[in-house]
């Protein structure tokens, strides 16, 4: 998409969208007066699977995500690389999450000027959030509200299992309960239900799924 120029989010969508093993290379979108912002704006109960995103250069206002500005449905086996940026409620996939996210990744960077800003997700209001972690840096550094997986959020409203954020890097070590902390090296060397320097790394991941590459890879999806 480099010559496609500044793309149009499309509009709340409720059907089911596979990528189907391919990549979507160089999106970008500079909508910074706008909410709902990423290659989809919102999410209504429909399904996005098997979207691979590389080198977004996504940036809107508020409920801003690589992939989905605003989720209220499911996005199974799916990754974001690039970078995202917003004001608020900004999230490297997601901006606000009120849906399942099932087996994703994210590398990147996410910025959000008026905070919660997350790795994975901006802001969590419900719904899940399994299988999944994220890297990349999140700034700036004294907003509120930030998460190297999940920018708010209350804990007691997320339910979610074995997912992981890279702690070493920047914006990712204050982070909030809302996610695994590990180090690159502990990410980048696990295999599936493995311990590294004493602490498991994910657990309960499927290998058929996940790719975890050599000790110097971190996962990818298969």
Same mark, same amino acid.
């Given at each position: 998409?480099? !010559? ?35 290659? =989809? ?10 979207? &691979? ?42 901006? =606000? ?17 008026? +905070? &919660?800003?997350? +790795?994975?997700?901006? /802001? =969590? ?22 998460? +190297? ?40 060397? !696990? ?21 975890? +590459? ?7 999806? /298969?």
């Amino acid at each position: 998409m480099s !010559g496609y120029g500044n793309w149009d989010p499309f509009p709340a969508f409720s059907g089911i969208f596979d990528g189907n093993g391919y990549a979507i290379s160089n999106l970008k979108t500079d909508l910074a007066g706008t909410d709902h912002v990423g290659l =989809f704006s919102q999410l209504n109960g429909g399904k996005l699977v098997n979207i &691979n995103l590389e080198n977004v250069d996504v940036k809107g206002s508020v409920y801003v995500g690589g992939l989905v500005g605003y989720n209220e449905g499911t996005i199974e086996d799916s990754c974001v690389s690039g970078s995202v940026s917003g004001n608020s409620q900004v999230g490297g996939l997601v901006g =606000f999450n009120n849906g399942t996210i099932i087996q994703a990744y994210t590398t990147g960077s996410v910025s959000a000027n008026n +905070g &919660n800003a997350g +790795g994975l997700v901006g /802001r =969590f209001q419900g719904g899940t959030i399994s299988y999944c972690y994220a890297v990349g840096e999140v700034s700036p550094d004294g907003v509120l509200k930030i998460g +190297g997986l999940c920018g708010d959020g209350s804990t007691n409203q997320i339910y979610f299992s074995y997912y992981y954020y890279d702690s070493s890097l920047p914006g990712h070590s204050n982070d909030n309960g809302r996610g695994e902390p590990r180090t690159s090296g502990q990410l980048k060397q !696990g295999t599936a239900d493995s311990e590294i320097n004493g602490e498991m790394v994910y657990t309960g991941w499927d290998p058929s799924v996940w790719d975890f +590459g050599d000790e110097n890879d971190y996962p990818v999806l /298969r």
